[in-house]
């Protein structure tokens, strides 16, 4: 089915993107696998970094598709990446076994350091790799399921939908932070020795977990470009730009909404499950409604509504995020908050839009120059601010 | 050796039956200095007890110079107290004597077992001290720590107490050395679980329910009709304090979502730095506070006062600033306006932790809003009550502005109808900054009564914003009257829900239970009717 799409889509500059991202992941992977001696070798903490960049490329072009597509601005996809990565968390510290500090095969050193004596039943099952894969996209499905049908069936949209999303990360955060939930509480999980039989220490996994990365990366991309560009695509744009005249056209916004948030919580939970092994912890400080905004700030850089954009927007903003925090730590909150200003103010498309902001922008001069037409329009748009919505009792 | 050991005891008591003798007929104080004269600690620890028995006024300051190590005796039975620069007084008559009077004088040796008898000692005197504070601590110290050979030292304490309050204490002192007490008969029991059962606190219940499991059934029974009476009441004050609490943290979110209520509600501008604006009134009164310390250090019990206009022009300029540069651009644009003020809020806070680094800063409780007072089985701390009556005077002064003055009405005219508002000659733009500034200068003054109750740090905002964003959607956008019973409520339902199921767990609780009341009533408690709503 998805090699249908495929042959159907025309043009091949859509594929350029994953390719020159293969490619450098195998670079990058090649070259770490070099004798350190060698001129041309990369070190083990720049191939964990390149794979951490395609992690949050997964979690930007997750947050696109149901922003830019669907026109639902989640500020909670970072519960999603975080359950994913604790569902991987969960399998890893199954691998540790006995030697963990306090050498007790049965149970995860917290649970021993806790007085544990029994592995608590939602912890049954995580010592298998396939069970654990099954959870990285059933756990954050389903409460995306959950959450989508609640949310979409009583139609809240727009800012509420946001803010409840926001609200739903803060309590998971929460939640994650007590001891007793069984979750490593306030550390997380983390010391993890390997995966299916590798050694998360070695060059070599860190090359194949960063390569695992890319693959599944362009995976999704493949797979969100065949979705947008199927009927099923163009009701969601529908959606976005003009959700009731869909309704009343027939369509049952609610499911197209549902199917796709659902959709971008799986890729999400895949995205945070691969970057948990690469950066050796999780905790809940990866519920951070900060964090979600963040991702959705990468978005907004790359341009909304363009999945290339939203790879391109991660990486570029995680390498300046890597620079600025190396250079100048202090000023980095501040580069970042700029950002988000201004890039809502003046790149409304992203860079990606740039060129074609800039092309509109002339060609508009251009018309404006011939017909003489110069203000009006301004005013026009305040029009469109939420109007009558202040009562004042007496 | 041995033998003498085991006699020496003995003589003591024989000493001390002849020092009972002669405490008729001559002083307590003389006694006391013979007894101190010696070098036995055994010796010592007796003339404490019995120093303590004599109820003289003098013998409370010499125990208490004792316990310091500041009582001396020399070898002609005087007893003098020396003070801390080396000057003697006598003992019994408080009068200062020359050093060389004391010449000969030595300390009276006290060890650990002397020390306690000591402490002992002290707990009995006060019992009979004049001082009626004083009598009330002792009563309540042997409450705490029921000794029954205080039973008779606490018989005639409450024979000779007059005041009816400290007479009901020591009775129930008394109850509890006799419930504590394996030898006291079953009616007495009865009588004393009666008399606790009165005091109706966790320390009377605690005492009670030892005797629940008692060999007599009549006490048995009382006990536990006892323990469930003083249950009920204990749950119903606790649940009236959780109320209180409830109020005091409603009232914070009342005052930190009002200003939201105002930017969100009324201009449909979600502000995410709204947090951060509270937190510049958090700092304005820091700096306040030191300003006033530094130039007029009489006046800082009332810096407060200054603090409060000043926080309001300081968040409101930055908010009329950000309106101009940024959010006018942005309106009708709700989701892009939501990433910018995030930006923005980060910018803030990194700005606050430049300045004033990111450790908290302190801001004192002015002498007024500190402490507390008892109403009941209830604790009020005053410092809360003054942020409920200041949060309901903010609500107050915001509603008669909105609905009295020239610039409410415009607000209200251009939120309702924006291009009819302009036809009529108002300058729409503004209004919009005004409004938003006003909002933002309320957080400010959110600012100033937080920095009462919480850490001022730079993210001082940030553990407020969602919470208030909650307030404002659960009552009903644009509807000042749904945020404050948003707010109360939700204060109430978090402090309720605390004592159940943990402080953390409870946040959970009504973050989910509001998730799901949103779904259910996407438009809040109180939404608005009409088409206006629909745009």
Known sequence: MILRYIQRLPGKADYILPALLLAAALLIGGLSLLPETASLHVSGYVVSLFGKYLCYALLALSVDLVWGYAGILSLGHGAFFALGGYAMGMYLMRQIGARGVYGNALLPDFMVFLNWHDLPWYWYGFDHFIFAVVMMALVPGLLAFAFGYLAFRSRVSGVYLSIITQALTYALMLAFFRNDMGFGGNNGLTDFKDLLGANLQSDGTHAGLMLASAILLCVFYLLCRALIRSRFGKVLVAVRDAESRTRFLGYRVERYKLTVFVFSAVMAGFAGALYVPQVGIINPSEFAPANSIEAVIWVAVGGRGSLVGAIIGAILVNFAKTVFTGAFPELWLFALGGLFVLVTLFLPRGFVGLWAQLRSRWADHQTKKREGISKGDASERRGEMPEGKLEVGE | ?535
């Open chain 2, 1 to 535: 050796m041995q033998l003498l050991r085991k006699l020496l005891p003995l003589a003591f008591c024989l000493l001390l039956c002849g020092q009972a003798w002669r405490a008729a007929s001559a002083d307590a104080i003389d006694d006391a200095a013979a007894g101190f004269g010696s070098s036995s600690y055994a010796d010592i620890e007796q003339t404490v007890a019995a120093l303590a028995v004599s109820g003289d006024p003098a013998a409370a300051p010499i125990l208490q110079a004792l316990g310091d190590g500041q009582l001396m005796v020399t070898d002609d039975h005087h007893l003098f107290i020396q003070a801390d620069d080396g000057s003697f007084t006598d003992a019994r008559t408080h009068q200062k004597v020359a050093t060389d009077a004391a010449a000969d004088a030595r300390p009276v040796k006290v060890n650990n077992k002397v020390r306690r008898a000591i402490a002992a000692a002290m707990g009995q005197l006060t019992l009979l001290s004049p001082d009626a504070a004083q009598r009330r601590a002792a009563a309540d110290s042997v409450f705490h720590d029921p000794n029954p050979a205080r039973l008779p030292l606490l018989d005639s304490a409450i024979a000779k107490e007059s005041d009816s309050g400290i007479k009901r204490r020591l009775e129930q002192a008394r109850a509890a050395i006799l419930l504590s007490d394996t030898a006291t008969s079953p009616a007495d029991r009865l009588a004393a679980i009666a008399v606790l059962a009165e005091r109706g606190d966790q320390d009377a219940r605690a005492l009670i329910s030892a005797s629940m499991t008692s060999s007599d059934p009549a006490v048995a029974a009382a006990a536990t009709t006892a323990v469930k009476r003083i249950d009920l009441t204990l749950s119903l004050w606790s649940g009236a304090q959780s109320v209180y609490y409830g109020l005091s943290l409603g009232s914070v979110l009342l005052l930190a979502a009002i200003g939201l209520a105002i930017t969100f509600g009324v201009m449909g501008v979600i502000n995410m730095a709204h947090g951060e604006m509270v937190m510049l009134g958090a700092y304005t009164t820091f700096v306040v506070q030191d300003l006033v310390r530094l130039y007029a250090p009489d006046l800082a019990d009332y810096s407060l006062l200054p603090a409060v206009p000043i926080a309001f022009l300081v968040s409101g300029l930055v908010g009329l600033v950000i309106e101009r540069s940024i959010i006018r651009f942005l309106y009708g644009r709700p989701l892009e306006t939501l990433l910018a003020t995030f930006g923005l809020s980060l910018v803030l806070q990194q700005a606050i932790r430049t300045i004033f680094g990111a450790s908290n800063r302190e801001v004192t409780n002015p002498s007024w809003m500190s402490g507390s007072f008892d109403l009941g089985g209830l604790v009020l701390t005053y410092n809360r009550l003054w942020i409920i009556v200041f949060a309901f005077a903010v609500f107050a002064g915001i509603l008669l502005l909105l609905s009295r003055t020239p610039l409410g009405l415009q607000m209200r005219a251009v939120t309702q109808n924006r291009r009819m508002a302009a036809s009529m000659g108002i300058r729409t733009e503004w209004v919009d900054s005004l409004t938003f500034g006003f909002g933002s200068g309320i957080a400010g003054i959110a600012g100033v009564a937080l920095s009462q109750i919480d850490n001022v740090s730079p993210n001082l905002g940030q553990s407020y914003i969602i919470d208030s964003f909650m307030v404002v959607v659960f009552g009903g956008v644009g509807n000042l009257w749904g945020t404050l019973v948003g707010a109360l409520s939700l204060g109430v339902a978090n402090k309720i829900l605390e004592p159940v199921a943990g402080a953390v767990l409870g946040k959970i609780v009504v973050l989910v239970l509001l998730v799901l009341f949103i779904q259910r009533r996407p438009r809040g408690l109180f939404p608005l009717k009409g088409r206006a709503v629909e745009s």
